[in-house]
T-cell receptor, first 112, second 113 residues
Framework: GEDVEQSLFLSVREGDSSVINCTYT??????LYWYKQEPGAGLQLLTY?????DMKQDQRLTVLLNKKDKHLSLRIADTQTGDSAIYFC????????????FGSGTQLTVLP | NAGVTQTPKFQVLKTGQSMTLQCAQD?????MYWYRQDPGMGLRLIYY???????DKGEVPNGYNVSRLNKREFSLRLESAAPSQTSVYFC????????????FGQGTRLTVV
């Protein structure tokens, strides 16, 4: 079946850039997502990218997609303490939330 | 701006007990979902309801039942809780079952002892 993998932890200094990586196995993935989960809260959709795109930028967030290597990354520029959270990568072959496959999440810790 | 509201936030059950997790959304969404989140794993879909009056199994439905009570509410029932059901449960909703964005509740942390 489909699999989505992420490293579990990442620590960065405040003001540095963070790069969170994700690999997936389903070559038919069409939609790739990044969700953010703050402590005690549900998941919040940060951004998503279609498989026919290589890059998407949204303010401090840059998503890069290497479809050949099935590799997705999320770059957060000028990381702030408020960015500390768990970041989930997810993929879907349709646009439906019912068919998403999630990674295990990366805990981002921003150090002062 | 309530969004998706889950109750309770925390629950401890003994093995064999039953309970119902409640979820309500005020966004007039058609589709609702129940996921479980286990340590070191991503969210896995338990059941979903594409629209009022319909429910379908997700990836891990065994040991659970659901009810789409009305458009707003979607409940998850554990008839006979088992320690393997210790998890964090998330309810979510989306405008339509084909929608790209799901809105999540804050989660229910369930421990079965």
């Amino acid at each position: 079946g489909e699999d989505v993998e992420q490293s579990l932890f990442l620590s960065v200094r405040e003001g540095d850039s963070s790069v969170i990586n994700c690999t997936y196995t389903d070559s038919s993935s069409t939609y790739l997502y990044w969700y953010k989960q703050e402590p005690g809260a549900g998941l919040q959709l940060l951004t998503y990218i279609f498989s026919n795109m290589d890059m998407k930028q949204d303010q401090r967030l840059t998503v890069l997609l290497n479809k050949k290597d099935k590799h997705l990354s999320l770059r957060i520029a000028d990381t702030q303490t408020g960015d500390s959270a768990i970041y989930f990568c997810a993929e879907g072959t349709t646009g439906s939330a019912r068919q998403l496959t999630f990674g295990s999440g990366t805990q981002l810790t921003v150090l002062p | 701006n309530a969004g998706v509201t889950q109750t309770p936030k925390f629950q401890v059950l003994k093995t064999g007990q039953s309970m119902t997790l409640q979820c309500a959304q005020d966004m007039n969404h058609n589709s609702m979902y129940w996921y479980r989140q286990d340590p070191g794993m991503g969210l896995r879909l338990i059941y979903y309801s594409a629209s009022e009056g319909t429910t379908d199994k997700g990836e891990v439905p065994n040991g659970y039942n659901v009810s789409r009570l009305n458009k707003r509410e979607f409940s998850l029932r554990l008839e006979s809780a088992a320690p393997s059901q210790t998890s964090v449960y998330f309810c979510a909703s989306s405008e339509d079952w084909g929608d790209t964005e799901a809105f999540f509740g804050q989660g229910t942390r369930l421990t079965v002892v």
